[in-house]
C-alpha cells in the first residue's frame, strides 16, 4: 500500500482453480489481514453470514467487501497516523520556536548584562585613573611642601647656627 491515501489502485480478484482461494492481484496483504480475513466474524465484532457454495468455497461478493472494510480501516489507520505526525510536527515545531525564542532572549539578557558590565569596568577605570591623577597632585604638593620645609628648616638650623657661633665667640671673648 502506498503513502498517498488519495492514490487509487487498480485490484483485481479472481478464483483459483479450485475455487476454494479468491486471489487479489495488485495489492500486498500482510499475514494478520489475511488471518482476520479468515476469522468468521467481521471486525465490527458483528457476525457476517457467509454463503458457502456447494464446494466449500466463500461467496466473492462476501470477500470482496470484507477485503474493501478492511484496506478501509486500514487507509483509516494511516491517515489518522498521518494526523497524529502531523499534529506531532506542528507541536515539535512550536516547541522549537518557542525554544528558539527563549534562547534568543537569554542571549540579549547575557548581551546587555555583558555590555553593562563593560560600561562599569570603564566607568572603574575612569575613576581610577582620576584617583591616580589626584593621588599624584598631591604627592606633588607634598614634595613642594616638604622641600620648603627642608630649606625653611635649613635657613632656622643656618641661623641658630650662626648665632650660637656668635654667641660662643661672645663668650669665649669675655672670658679671654
Known amino acids: 500500500m502506498g503513502g498517498g491515501g488519495s492514490s487509487t489502485r487498480r485490484v483485481t480478484f479472481e478464483a483459483d482453480e479450485n475455487e476454494n482461494i479468491t486471489v487479489v492481484k495488485g495489492v500486498r496483504l500482510s499475514d494478520s489481514l489475511i488471518d482476520r480475513m479468515k476469522e468468521p466474524s467481521s471486525p465490527s465484532g458483528r457476525p457476517q453470514s457467509q454463503q458457502r457454495s456447494a464446494s466449500g468455497a466463500v461467496n466473492d461478493e462476501e470477500l470482496k467487501k470484507r477485503i474493501a472494510e478492511e484496506l478501509a480501516l486500514e487507509r483509516a489507520?494511516?491517515?489518522?497516523?498521518?494526523?497524529?505526525?502531523?499534529?506531532?510536527?506542528?507541536?515539535?515545531?512550536?516547541?522549537?520556536?518557542?525554544?528558539?525564542?527563549?534562547?534568543?532572549?537569554?542571549?540579549?539578557?547575557?548581551?546587555?548584562?555583558?555590555?553593562?558590565?563593560?560600561?562599569?569596568a570603564q566607568?572603574?577605570?575612569?575613576?581610577?585613573?582620576?584617583?591616580?591623577?589626584?593621588?599624584?597632585?598631591?604627592?606633588?604638593?607634598?614634595?613642594?611642601?616638604?622641600?620648603?620645609?627642608?630649606?625653611?628648616?635649613?635657613?632656622?638650623?643656618?641661623?641658630?647656627?650662626?648665632?650660637?657661633?656668635?654667641?660662643?665667640?661672645?663668650v669665649s671673648a669675655r672670658f679671654k
Open 77 to 120: 489507520r494511516r491517515d489518522s497516523e498521518a494526523q497524529k505526525r502531523r499534529l506531532f510536527g506542528k507541536l515539535l515545531e512550536r516547541e522549537r520556536i518557542s525554544s528558539n525564542e527563549h534562547l534568543t532572549r537569554a542571549i540579549l539578557r547575557e548581551r546587555a548584562a555583558t555590555e553593562e558590565e563593560r560600561q562599569k
Open 123 to 170: 566607568r572603574f577605570a575612569k575613576q581610577l585613573e582620576e584617583k591616580d591623577r589626584e593621588l599624584k597632585k598631591h604627592d606633588a604638593y607634598y614634595k613642594e611642601q616638604l622641600a620648603r620645609l627642608e630649606e625653611r628648616s635649613a635657613q632656622f638650623y643656618k641661623v641658630t647656627t650662626e648665632q650660637y657661633q656668635k654667641a660662643a665667640d661672645e
